[in-house]
T-cell receptor, first 113, second 114 residues
């Protein structure tokens, strides 16, 4: 069965520092992979997605993620965090033969000035 | 261009009652999916509607039902509410039903069951 693990429940970084949020998935084939961000009172906003091809994916707001098949990982990175990046981040996997998304439990990012 | 809208934003019900949540998809989208997000958890897939039919369903009991209208808007109905149904209910719309289609999420309806 498909599953997504986000090992870090809560991460705190200083503004301007680099960021890496971890995501590991379980799926028998190459999945579709997504990162979403959720701010308080807001719905989920798509940051980036991976379907195939180049394993380094660029997204909005300066985020990028790298698909590593050997590690079953899709970690999200940003070189310099801004205070406005404080939010909940969700990694999700979609199977090629279904339409639903399986989400991880999320990582809450706190940014200190 | 209006995004995905949901109503109401908040709702309080008591155990055993029934509730209906509504969703209007993003303009041009024909597919609606519903997710339940319990506190501190990631969203869980409830079901998806396309062409007014339920296409796929997650691990939710029959108390959860839905409908899609000809204008692509959708309703989620939950009968015989339980305390455990308290959650944020998210609606997502997409153009088409394949997993490659980006799902756009609404702000959600927060349901509290007392």
């Amino acid at each position: 069965a498909q599953s997504v693990t986000q090992p870090d429940i809560h991460i705190t970084v200083s503004e301007g520092a680099s960021l890496e949020l971890r995501c590991n998935y379980s799926y028998g084939a190459t999945p579709y992979l997504f990162w979403y961000v959720q701010s308080p009172g807001q719905g989920l906003q798509l940051l980036l997605k991976y379907f195939s091809g180049d394993t380094l994916v660029q997204g909005i707001k300066g985020f990028e993620a790298e698909f590593k098949r050997s590690q079953s990982s899709f970690n999200l990175r940003k070189p310099s965090v801004h205070w406005s990046d404080a939010a909940e981040y969700f990694c999700a996997v979609g199977a090629r033969n279904t339409d639903k998304l399986i989400f991880g439990t999320g990582t809450r990012l706190q940014v200190f000035p | 261009d209006a995004g995905v809208t949901q109503s109401p934003t908040h709702l309080i019900k008591t155990r055993g009652q029934q509730v209906t949540l509504r969703c209007s998809p993003k303009s041009g989208h024909d597919t609606v999916s519903w997710y339940q997000q319990a506190l501190g958890q990631g969203p869980q897939f409830i079901f998806q509607y396309y062409e007014e039919e339920e296409r796929q369903r997650g691990n939710f009991p029959d108390r959860f039902s839905g409908h899609q209208f000809p204008n692509y808007s959708s309703e989620l109905n939950v009968n015989a509410l339980l305390l455990g149904d308290s959650a944020l209910y998210l609606c997502a719309s997409s153009n088409g039903v394949t997993a490659q289609e980006t799902q756009y999420f609404g702000p959600g309806t927060r349901l509290l069951v007392l």
